[in-house]
């Protein structure tokens, strides 16, 4: 609207100018020379507008022809740069769909087109690495990285192809010198952190962490942690050499990152030297009530020192009840409890706490349960059955970080070089998946473990060997023994009644397997000589229960294996032995013409002398 109003008013003025100079009288001499020219006033306005138009038409024209070469040229720039950008946006979208062949020739298209491009640099050197052509990717970004607005770009690439090419110090010279032309490079500062915590250079990683913070990279929280993870790093390695220093770094980490287990872990271990028991007791259970971990319940336990395993017993009962038993760590606390129970030689409370694991054990709770069986009655045998288990059983929880499983923990990943990437988790290989059981439980453990401890009994063991009963023929063949023959009377009776208790199918499942590796291991038996049946009795007795267990004295010792012979196969074109006897290399050599003539000929004689020629 006020464009209108602004029109119509401007049109007013120049009606207005119009009629004013229209009205006015006289009339305008112009003499030049000899000339002389007359007119009106309204006349020579008129003519002077009319060669002011001309003047502008002429001027026009001049200019559009001097100009002329000039936008055919751009014009073309202009559309080269519009089919170089057109290869480029088809390129990037070929090597995002992974066609290789489109990507190269749409790269091609846009280095004619557009040299100068940046983009056409990436999309050749992208091309190229999608080709696996290193050599030529490493070339396009050493002239990226000469090039002021694709230097960080360039060198980026070139860190891309230094890992590709596992070559360490190589990337880590191009990450130091593109932190040096931008701090503020995530990839770079990530990359230099990664490989200073890798060399163990701690106040160099802090340093990095740094000037991460001022540059706005990590924020305050991420920032207290990294730091009380790379001070935890920096007193573990300086406990052995300088243990001021390592409990000043100690004492800051644990302020900044008091959940971290390790940290809290060595910081309880100097409070507990400084004779600091509370202090140390209250770091403990904070990191604990975070994140159980046995660790810090070892800790917890030897918090005082000198003090009984009864006492280190009730201190982790109390750590153990700070955890509610729905929580995940509940079973740490349970399993520590274990453990002081055993060292407390607290039986019955080890086996109280165990027992709700023991349907489906992981692997620590079966290690606990042999080392209770060993320790308590002395059975070798629940303990090796159990020890067994453990191998099958399910992996407890561990130092996991990027699928690496760590004995220990660590500040750095690995894998990926990942600040504080390490966490307390169930490895991926231990998860429930709906595979069944690779590995089932031998006929051994079931028998092992469903048989009670035997009872021990002490008696002075008797001066003369028990010799092994002879081996009578029977109809159905005994279970293996793999025990060595007892001397003690008392203990043999006290196995008869563990084995008496032994559930039937377990002892026909363990003795059915043992006859079979019996048959494998001995060799074929000899028909025995015949003997007199001996006389049946009136009323015979019950027979007794088939043992679990025999002597190794009654079994064959296999025969010697049979030794292969391997037939010689001649190939197609061997001629075979020389009947004529073993022939001499330098008889040959000085012999006769005519042994000459009979020895085959190389080349194309012996080609022919083949064929019959």
Known sequence: MLRIVLFLIL????????AWVADQPGELVLTWGGLRATTTFPGFVLGLGIFAAATVLVWSIVTMVWRTPGRLRRHRHEKRHARGRHAITQGLLA????????????????????ANDPLALLLHAQSAQLEGNREEAQRVFRAMAERED??????????????RADDAFGAVMIAEEAIKLSPSSTWASHAVLGFRCARGDWSGALAILDSNLSAGLVDKQAYRRQRGVLLTARALESETVDRDVARENVMEAVKLAPTLVPAAVLAAKFESEAHQVRRAMKLVE??????????????????????????????VETLAAKTPADKPGHVEGQLAIARAAIDASEFARAREVLAPYLKDPTQRVALLMAELERTEHGDGGRARAWTLRAVRARLDPAWTADGYVSD????????????????????????????GTMIESSAFEEAMLAAPPPKRVTAAPSQTPVEPPAAAPAPAPAAQDNSPPQ???????????????VPKEVSKDVAQEADREVATEQPAATPAEPTDPAPAPAE??????TPVFRTRADLGKPGPAPIPVIP???????????DEGPSDEFTEQIGTPKAHAKAQAGGWRGFWSRWGA
């Open 11 to 18: 049109i007013a003025l120049a009606a207005a100018g119009g």
């Open 95 to 114: 090597i995002g769909h992974g066609d290789t062949a489109l990507a190269r020739r749409h790269a091609d298209a846009a280095r004619r087109h557009a």
């Open 150 to 163: 694709t230097r960080l770009l360039g060198l980026r690439g070139l860190f891309i192809e230094a890992q």
């Open 286 to 315: 904070a990191a604990w009530l975070a994140n159980p971990h046995p660790d810090l319940a070892d800790a917890y336990a030897h918090v005082k020192l000198g003090d009984t395993a009864w006492h280190r017993l009730q201190r």
């Open 408 to 435: 220990r923990w660590r500040p750095v990943s690995p894998v990926t070089g990942r600040l504080d990437a390490f966490q307390w988790q169930t490895p991926v290989a231990s998860l429930p998946s709906d595979k």
């Open 487 to 501: 001397t003690k009377e008392p203990e043999k009776e006290a196995e008869k009644q563990a084995v008496k208790e």
């Open 540 to 545: 015979s007795p019950p027979p007794p229960a």
């Open 568 to 578: 010689i196969v001649r190939a197609p074109d061997d001629p075979g032995i020389d």
